[in-house]
């Protein structure tokens, strides 16, 4: 099951976690979950995944489609499609949706026993394989920080999905930006990405992701990328740059990283908002691609299929999902990505001009509902990916290490795990993952990871704001 608007669900709700399996095989995860004989089994396999083994994900959350024990049964069988909750009713019998149904209410009444509070970290400071590190909290006023922008080493932005962006010099010298983008506050939309331009300091000017509602139809929306000049507490000058086309009716899947490449173009994610039938392998949308235009929007001439015909000029790279951390390797110039799959596969990805990269030809999960999504692994003519995630730990946010301040994390992938709510060091050699350590577990889902100017790395937690990492001695 989905976390995004599943069984019980706040607009604040995110993120497609996945099934809790251990396999690395398709075949037997498939059968583990065909073979499920109790109640137990069966939420374990199916549900535990995006609700928590201990149900935990339905903690402080409203219920929208009802909490007695028929309306979990349809949530259960029907699903809700366009917000991101399929139909169970092809992978259980009737009886098998009822005692699920019934196990769950029994399970939340419980689960205030298993709440995150008493699993969180009881200390500030860390000890890591390498090096001791204490969590400063520097701001506290957002309840999702999706983006972070550094001005200065001191002074960063950072914008709330709900819809709100700050400006930020302290826990308690701050304030809120006028002048946003009405968003489509929903599922897994809002305010999300920033990034300032390579000329901030001489032209003020930012650059903002977010779900875009159509000014017609309040049931459509869509990634949109917005330009603006920040003037005091103020953004002015505002335009959008890039709408991606079609609209749709699904609140996720957004995608929505920006970084700036050395050429001076702005890179960008769009996910393919649910639909992996026609979206991600089709280049007559802009869905499931990442995109290269200039900084008002601009098609560059040389983009790969920029003289195709009925191709959408503005794609670099495609065959994506939902991609939600971008970043220009710093000791590389590579462009690299990480995408959210779907139950099992998540990816990173290092990005080739024109290239193909899969979704949904090919991937290492299966379908929330247990289906087949494709016996292919990998196929010709597809880029395999640099590493994958089985469990998917529903990744975002992406920063390299560029620092000396931390010994032993230099050229290190720091990636935050929403699902698992802590931070994943990658070591790097030859272009490789060849190590994995989880910091911080527990301390919430990580939304967010950027290293700022003066080499330090801030961490974006849901619930909880915006963290320093500081070494100790």
Not at 458 to 466: A, C, L, R, S, T
């Amino acid at each position: 099951m989905l976390k995004t608007l599943s069984l019980i669900t706040i607009a604040s709700v995110t993120c497609f976690c996945t099934l809790n399996f251990k396999s690395e095989e398709k075949t037997e995860t498939v059968a583990i979950a065909k073979n499920a004989a109790t109640v137990e089994e069966n939420y374990k396999n199916y549900c535990a995944g995006c609700h928590g083994v201990k149900m935990d994900m339905f903690v402080d959350r409203k219920w929208k489609y009802g909490n007695k024990p028929e309306e979990l049964y349809k949530s259960i069988k029907e699903g809700y499609v366009d917000d991101g909750m399929p139909a169970f009713k092809e992978a259980f019998t009737d009886k098998e949706i009822k005692d699920l149904a019934t196990y769950m209410i029994k399970g939340i009444e419980n689960v205030a026993k298993y709440t995150a509070e008493k699993e969180k970290p009881k200390s500030d400071i860390f000890e890591t394989e390498k090096i001791k590190i204490k969590l400063e909290k520097v701001f506290d006023q957002v309840k999702v920080p999706w983006g972070i922008a550094f001005i200065s080493a001191s002074q960063f932005l950072v914008s709330d999905r709900s819809g709100e962006l700050y400006l930020v010099e302290g826990a308690k010298n701050y304030e809120k930006i006028w002048g946003v983008p009405n968003v489509s506050n929903a599922g897994q939309g809002g305010l999300m990405d920033i990034l300032l331009d390579p000329d901030f300091a001489k032209n003020q000017t930012i650059y903002l992701t977010y779900s875009k509602p159509h000014p017609s139809d309040s049931k459509l929306q869509t990634t949109a990328i917005l330009k603006g000049q920040l003037k005091g507490n103020q953004l002015i000058n505002t335009k959008d740059i890039f709408v991606a086309e079609p609209y749709s009716t699904t609140r996720h899947h957004y995608g929505s990283r920006m970084d700036f490449g050395k050429d001076g173009l702005i890179y960008f994610s769009v996910g393919e908002r649910g639909n992996e039938k026609e979206n991600p392998q089709s280049l007559n949308n802009a869905l499931g691609k990442i995109h290269r235009i200039t900084k008002d929007g601009e098609i560059p001439k040389d983009n790969p299929f920029y003289n195709q015909k009925d191709a959408q000029q503005s794609i670099y790279s495609y065959g994506h999902r939902n991609p939600q951390g971008l970043a220009f390797n710093p000791f590389t110039n590579e462009l690299w990505s990480h995408e959210h799959g779907p139950r099992g596969g998540d990816e990173i990805n290092i990005h080739k001009k024109g290239a193909n990269y899969g979704w949904p030809v090919v991937s290492y999960g299966i379908n929330y509902n247990g289906k087949i999504i494709t016996n292919l692994t990998t196929k010709q003519g597809i880029e395999d990916p640099l590493h994958y995630w089985i469990p998917s730990i529903a990744p975002s946010g992406m920063a390299f290490v560029n620092s000396k301040i931390y010994k032993g994390w230099e050229g290190n992938l720091m990636v935050g795990s929403l699902r698992f709510q802590y931070l994943n060091r990658c070591e790097i050699k030859d272009g490789k993952v060849v190590k994995e350590e989880l910091l911080f577990k527990n301390i919430g889902r990580v939304r967010e990871v950027r290293m700022s100017p003066d080499g330090y790395l801030y961490m974006g937690v849901e619930g909880e704001g915006v963290y320093k990492l500081i070494p100790q001695k």
